[in-house]
């Protein structure tokens, strides 16, 4: 069964960093053909991707965030970290990671919970 | 960047009926990368549809993707109340991943 969980601060302060972690159970990011995506959702509006890292740690940006976005995996830990630099209250949303659906293109099958981060001063 | 424009913004319907959701991209998607997901208030999204046409594990068939190159329509052939939610189109032809805006299928 597959399983993931976003966790990190709820409350950020602007010009602040970001730091999330996604905790994964069910599949090996090792493996071939697996990735794990972040997505976020602010408040009443539509999804938008950020980033997606896969198995052999080729890893995808959102253009217009690629200057404030890192992605980074360990597989010994299950764990995939985003983190976003210089967060502004327009970055207030809630942010998903989720699993790449393997052999099929990056399209997500499983997904996290979310966490709702605001940032507010 | 691929623009997927949803339509309409949101549907009005009674259960047992049936619905048509459109997403339609500012570009062709390339090899059908087309995925439909359905989201719940305070829920993450679900995938429905992969490939423009495939079902994902568990869906239902009365869950229906459709089309290609800019074209893409969701029907779901008869509303149960559990289907009432919004729904997103996602396409995954380039680099660059996009989603609709969403349409909201709601109880009329």
Known sequence: ?121 | EIVLTQSPGTLSLSPGERATLSCRASQGVSSSYLAWYQQKPGQAPRLLIYGASSRATGIPDRFRGSGSGTDFTLTISRLEPEDFAVYYCQQYGTSLLTFGGGTKVEIK
């Open chain 1, 1 to 121: 069964q597959i399983t993931l969980k976003e966790s990190g601060p709820t409350l950020v302060k602007p010009t602040q960093t970001l730091t999330l972690t996604c905790t994964f159970s069910g599949f090996s990011l090792s493996a071939s053909g697996v990735g794990v995506g972040w997505i976020r959702q602010p408040p009443g509006k539509a999804l938008e991707w950020l980033s997606l890292i896969y198995w052999d740690d080729d890893k995808r940006y959102r253009p217009s965030l690629k200057s404030r976005l890192t992605i980074t995996k360990d597989t010994s830990k299950n764990q995939v970290v985003l983190t976003v630099t210089n967060m502004d209250p327009v970055d207030t949303a809630t942010y998903y990671c989720a699993h790449r659906r393997v052999y099929g293109g990056d399209c997500f099958d499983y997904w996290g919970q979310g966490i709702l981060v605001t940032v507010s001063s």
